[in-house]
């Protein structure tokens, strides 16, 4: 019987010390109210399953997120390989010498086929507005039209729809050699007013600026009159600047040391850096901002305008629609985008 007693008394003073134990592990981990699990008893299944379920919540919940994060937003912008028109269904085109690579690149993603493959033949800016008003052509991505164009419209009795399609910069240079980095707005007005003619005025060398100009209704010369300009007169051509440049032309004298040092000349930044780029040549900054991809996207540059798309009001052919849809669409400013243009979307 002493020994009976003497086992339980053992038996209970372990039980007690378990359980003390387990109150000092329970307070260490800061739990509030400690659970004393009896000797031999396993712990409920119902924890367990909860632990689980909560895991599987969090493992959904971040597979949720990778979707709509990542993989979403790529299956939304991916250009498919899907055909739009064939040669039969593809409205009649035309575009700008800067804008001809962005019409080769949507045709090419729209028929999958280039625009020579296509018959595709181009006009350049004047004459694409002279066939789009005597019904030639449907649609052409060009420059704004000229006063000159709209004024030939309205006698034809046809209204122009005129849609922006990409951003573009009006850009300004000079020979890499010339000392000016930069120009205000109002010098480059009068520079082209003729009020400013000598480069000291404006920071650089003591020399006579011979100011390049475009042929008129060209795309670069309407851009000047209409987006620096506006209702300021431009002076006339001097001797040495009445040569009739073209866009690659006027490029060449300016960069050329002997002809350019002293020049100054304009054109779409497009078209200057990407098409006809030149490594003699020196953009200049408008008000301190240098033209560049990222200040014409970010609308930071001063001289913004745009490439646009053009139609006859009123046009009722479902393709002609249809297409300028189409450049516009989330897949057109992909494709306009990969072309190296600037998205207006």
Known sequence: MEN??????????????????????????????????PKGEKPKKSGVFAYIIILLLMVLSCAALYY?????PKKNNTITDEVIYTKETLPRVDASLATQP??????????????????????????????????ETDLIVVTEPSADELKRAEDANVELDVTKVVNEGFVFFVN????????????????????????????????????????ENSGSQTGLYSLVMKELPVKARTPKEQVTLSMAGIIEYVSDYKNGLDAIGYSYYYYANEMYFNEDLKYL??????????????????????YYIVTRKG???ENVIKLKEDMLS????NVATKAGYVPCK
């Open 102 to 135: 962005l019409v080769d690149a949507f045709v090419l993603d729209f028929t999958g086929k280039t625009t020579k493959e296509m018959g595709i033949e181009y006009s350049n800016t004047d004459p694409a507005y002279t066939k789009l008003i005597n019904n």
């Open 330 to 333: 989330r897949r057109g400013q």
């Open 68 to 72: 709509y994060l990542i993989i979403l």
């Open 285 to 306: 900054g408008v008000n301190g901002i240098k033209p560049t991809y990222d200040t014409i996207k970010d609308e930071t540059y001063p001289i913004l305008t745009a």
């Open 176 to 215: 890499k050699n010339n000392k000016v980095d930069s120009l205000t707005l109002e010098e480059i007005r009068k520079i082209y007013s003729g009020e400013i003619t000598n480069w000291k005025e404006v920071g650089g060398d003591d020399a006579e600026i011979i100011a390049y100009q475009r042929p």
């Open 315 to 317: 046009e009722t052919n």
């Open 4 to 37: 009976e007693n003497n086992v339980e008394q053992v038996n209970e003073t372990n039980t007690e010390t378990e359980t003390v134990m387990v109150a000092e592990s329970a307070v260490k981990e800061n739990v509030s109210d400690p659970v004393v699990i």
